[in-house]
């Protein structure tokens, strides 16, 4: 059963808490990776740059960074983080459009690509990366590994305490046949309730190094998180480069 989504919905429904959904997790690392990757002056493009977490300090670093998103909610709260408008905004899809020619680096971070619902869109998405990057240009791919959700019986439950009067109750249950996770977020804000269901289509390291592989991109590197810590088996996510073939 193919899933749809529509991408905008995801910024229209959680824009206004995003920032205290992730709070700040391993964002200066993550810079630091990014940052050293790219090179001084280099040129970024984000994929799904959301509230501008990640594209914003790294062009106040010096990176040309052009942010892709497609939600106009996410893109006003990257516009109040960056008055100074250092970083190149672009409203579009990126399973549609990826700017952008003999780009330094590519990055599409904290499972975004799983929001792609269909596996031959998120290989569409990444041909489009292939044909962007410059040669001995990189692609960061930051998503979670799927093995405990997969194995999932039963609906988990996870509480986030985001302000004093804001919580956050997620359900997640999991498709195995297609490999959706469906994640449904109840938001409870000053005594008034909404919901939201985000869809993550996922995959094995393995399957996005052939997706990838598919793509035109080969697989260079693997970490646990920002630091670079060994991806192993415990590993609940991993950050992956990729180059161009050949
Ligand atoms: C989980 S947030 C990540 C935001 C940011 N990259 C970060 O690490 O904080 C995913 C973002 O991707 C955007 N997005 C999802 N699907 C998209 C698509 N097909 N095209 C462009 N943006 C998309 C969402 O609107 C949202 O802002």
Redesign the pocket.
């Known amino acids: 059963m193919p899933y749809r989504v529509r991408?905008e919905a995801?910024?229209e429904a959680l824009s206004e808490v995003y920032d205290r959904m992730?709070g700040e997790i391993d964002t200066p690392a993550a810079v630091d990776f990014l940052l050293a990757l790219a090179g001084p002056g280099g040129r970024a493009v984000?994929?799904?740059?959301?509230?501008g977490?990640?594209a914003v300090p790294l062009a106040e670093k010096g990176l040309r960074v052009q942010a892709?998103?497609?939600?106009e909610h996410?893109l006003a709260k990257l516009r109040e983080r960056d008055p100074g408008g250092l970083v190149d905004t672009v409203r579009?899809?990126?399973?549609e459009h990826v700017p952008g020619e003999n780009v330094d680096l590519c990055f599409i971070?904290?499972?975004?690509l799983f929001?792609?619902p269909e596996r031959e869109r998120q290989i569409e998405t990444l041909r489009k990366v292939a044909q962007a990057l410059g040669p001995g240009g990189t692609l960061v791919v930051e998503v979670y590994d799927p093995t405990e959700f997969h194995q999932l019986s039963k609906p988990e439950l996870q509480a986030r305490h985001l302000a004093p009067d804001e919580l956050m109750l997620d359900t997640i249950t999991v498709d195995r046949v297609n490999q959706v996770l469906v994640e449904i977020h109840t938001l409870i804000r000053g005594g008034s309730v909404s919901t939201y269901t985000e869809l993550s289509r996922y995959a094995w390291p393995s399957e996005l190094d052939l997706m990838a592989r598919l793509a035109g991109l080969s697989m260079v590197d693997r970490f646990a998180d920002w630091t670079r810590s060994p991806f192993t088996a415990a590993a609940h996510r991993h950050i992956t480069l990729y180059r161009k073939a050949g």
């Open positions: 991408p995801y910024g992730y984000e994929l799904g740059a959301g509230t977490r990640l892709v998103e497609v939600s996410m579009a899809d990126f399973t971070a904290c499972n975004t929001m792609v």
